[in-house]
Structures are given as C-alpha cells and as structure tokens.
T-cell receptor
C-alpha cells in the first residue's frame, strides 16, 4: 500500500481558477511533508510542513498540514498557464528512510 | 546558493558503452541522492550517500555503480545498460541525514540507451 497518496491524479482548470491539491500520508514515523513542482525537468521545492494548522504561503501558493486527519493541501489561487506542472507531495519519515513520493497531480491550466 | 548541477544534460549511449553522470553541490549538504524518473512517473530512489558513505541501495542492478569522491561530488557510472534504462536521472542533496530533510534537485540528465 502506498505511503503517500495524491489526488486528483490530473486536473484541468481555466486561468483564474483556484485549485486545491490533496496529499494523504501514512502516520508511522512521520516527520514532515514536502511539496515540489515539476515542469519539464527537475522538481523544485515549494514547501516543507512539520506542524499542524500553520499555513505556509508563497505568492499565490499556500499549503497546510493536518496531522490529525493525516493530509496536506496545496492551494493555488488565480491560476496562470505557468502553473501547469506536476505537483509532487513527499513524506519524510524518521530513521534511515528517504523521502517517499506520491504519484503526483498533473495540473493543466488553460487560457 | 541552492544549486545542484548535473552533467551532461543529455546523453545517448549504446548498450556496450561505459559512461558517467556527474553531480555537484556546494551547499555543504552531507546527503546526496540518485533518482531515476520515467515519463509521467514520480522519481524513484536509486542510491543515497550520507557523509560520503553509501547508506541506501534500492536493489539497483550492478550496471549502475555510484561513487562519492568527496562531500560535493556524486557520480553514477553506467555500463552495459539496456534500452529500458532510458530515463531522466536526477541528483539531489539535502543538508543532513536522509530523514525528511528538504532535497534540492539538479536539472537532471536525460539518458537514451540505444
């Protein structure tokens, strides 16, 4: 069973829409949750979340972690075509365990 | 400086060739990673080096051989690859040990095996 599950797997929206991407994770040894954006090349870091209920914000992007319900959301407001990408969620776990990536959400923003 | 560099950007090789991928970071990070990513899939972890020692090998075939000459450099030596090894190979680094630190990715090497 996957440790990190993202939904939806793909999404098409129009410019100006607000989108919410979801990521649920397995709790055992959980330490942090990270969001990355991947366009054509390598993933670029967006947010790292360790505390529940504290929103992290960067421009039109924001993210929050709910450690009771074991999920995180990534919000993008006023979407632009440049937001089109795959958004990856990754769980960080304690012990000698590297990041566990979800399958990603492919977001397409159309003009 | 949050940059991880990788060379070459593109590589085409035959199944009998020997080639190497290189990765470099100057952020003082002590953990470095190799990932393989196929189209429309998330990155798959291959190897992790922690303090220049191989700490994780995710059952990768021996035709892939990692090397960490020093704390800033990570190589991936390739020999006798198969066409199904064609993929984007990503290097990443993180500050401390492997558990949950933010990983910064290089731009990747797009490998094609003929």
């Amino acid at each position: 069973e996957d440790k990190v599950v993202q939904s939806p797997l793909s999404l098409v929206v129009h410019e100006g829409d607000t989108v919410t991407l979801n990521c649920s994770y397995e709790v055992t040894n959980f330490r942090s949750l990270l969001w990355y954006k991947q366009e054509k090349k390598a993933p670029t870091f967006l947010f790292m979340l360790t505390s529940s209920g504290i929103e992290k914000k960067s421009g039109r992007l924001s993210s929050i972690l709910d450690k009771k319900e074991l999920f995180s959301i990534l919000n993008i407001t006023a979407t632009q075509t440049g937001d089109s990408a795959v958004y990856l969620c990754a769980g960080g776990y304690s012990g000698n365990t590297p990041l566990v990536f979800g399958k990603g959400t492919r977001l397409s923003v159309i003009a | 400086d949050t940059e991880v560099t990788q060379t070459p950007k593109h590589l085409v090789m035959g199944m009998t060739n020997k080639k190497s991928l290189k990765c470099e970071q100057h952020m003082g990070h002590r953990a470095m990673y190799w990932y393989k990513q196929k189209a429309k899939k998330p990155p798959e972890l291959m190897f992790v080096y922690s303090y220049e020692k191989l700490s994780i090998n995710e059952s990768v075939p021996s035709r892939f051989s990692p090397e960490c000459p020093n704390s800033s450099l990570l190589n991936l030596h390739l020999h006798a690859l198969q066409p199904e090894d064609s993929a984007l190979y990503l290097c990443a680094s993180s500050h401390g040990t492997v558990n949950s630190d933010t990983q910064y990715f290089g731009p990747g090497t797009r490998l094609t095996v003929l």
